[in-house]
Antibody, heavy 120, light 110 residues
Framework: QVQLVESGGGVVQPGESLRLSCAASGFTFSSYGMHWVRQAPGKGLEWLTFIRYDESKEYYADSVKGRFTISRDNSRNTVYLQMNSLRTEDSAVYYC?????????????WGQGTLVTVSS | QSVLTQPPSVSAAPGQKVTISCSGS????????VSWYQQLPGTAPKLLIYDNDKRPSGIPDRFSASKSASSATLAITGLQAGDEADYYC???????????FGGGTKLTVL
């Protein structure tokens, strides 16, 4: 069964950095693109970024472009989200998620999420 | 302000039918597949519908969806208490080159 397990969340101060990890299992990781999506407390889903299965292309939401970087290690079945220059408005639960199929925007599996709190 | 527009809330009695709309534009819903997600309280989202109207295995046929022009609709029949959740539509926006979600709709089963 597909499992996505995020880690790396925590409490940081504004301006600091954090790296989230997502360990994948139960599917051929190197064959699927991966997303990061976040959800601020009491708010809706906000898509952040996507990386293709072969790392050939990345996409970012304007809200994180230039501050966040997605990457993956297909040998470790892991996708990462490097978050720099964090702001209070970045506080949210961060989900990693698996694409359903290539060139189709749906997400078929989500992790349980990891909480990031940015506060002074 | 979300690119896709959903009603903030809908409600209906058990056993009834409810529909949730998702309005977009020619650069997103108009030309790309729509998916729908259910988020039960305190849990991660779960895929309900993909490619406009397809159900993943395990999703009951009480859940259905359709797309017309730049709008999509999720329908839930035979409402149950366990259907109380937030529902989100999503798609790709070809102009913005990003995935976009609706703001979410909270379903209350009266």
């Amino acid at each position: 069964q597909v499992q996505l397990v995020e880690s790396g969340g925590g409490v940081v101060q504004p301006g600091e950095s954090l790296r989230l990890s997502c360990a994948a299992s139960g599917f051929t990781f190197s064959s699927y693109g991966m997303h990061w999506v976040r959800q601020a407390p009491g708010k809706g889903l906000e898509w952040l970024t996507f990386i293709r299965y072969d790392e050939s292309k990345e996409y970012y939401a304007d809200s994180v472009k230039g501050r966040f970087t997605i990457s993956r290690d297909n040998s470790r079945n892991t996708v990462y989200l490097q978050m720099n220059s964090l702001r209070t408005e970045d506080s949210a639960v961060y989900y990693c998620a698996k694409e359903g199929k290539h060139f189709d925007p749906y997400i078929d599996y989500w992790g349980q999420g990891t909480l990031v709190t940015v506060s002074s | 302000q979300s690119v896709l527009t959903q009603p903030p809330s809908v409600s209906a009695a058990p056993g009834q039918k409810v529909t949730i709309s998702c309005s977009g534009s020619s650069s997103n819903i108009g030309i790309n597949y729509v998916s729908w997600y259910q988020q039960l309280p305190g849990t991660a989202p779960k895929l309900l519908i993909y490619d406009n109207d397809k159900r993943p295995s395990g999703i009951p046929d009480r859940f259905s969806a359709s797309k017309s022009a730049s709008s999509a609709t999720l329908a839930i029949t035979g409402l149950q208490a366990g259907d109380e959740a937030d529902y989100y539509c999503g798609t790709w926006d070809s102009s913005l080159t990003v995935v976009v979600f609706g703001g979410g709709t909270k379903l209350t089963v009266l």
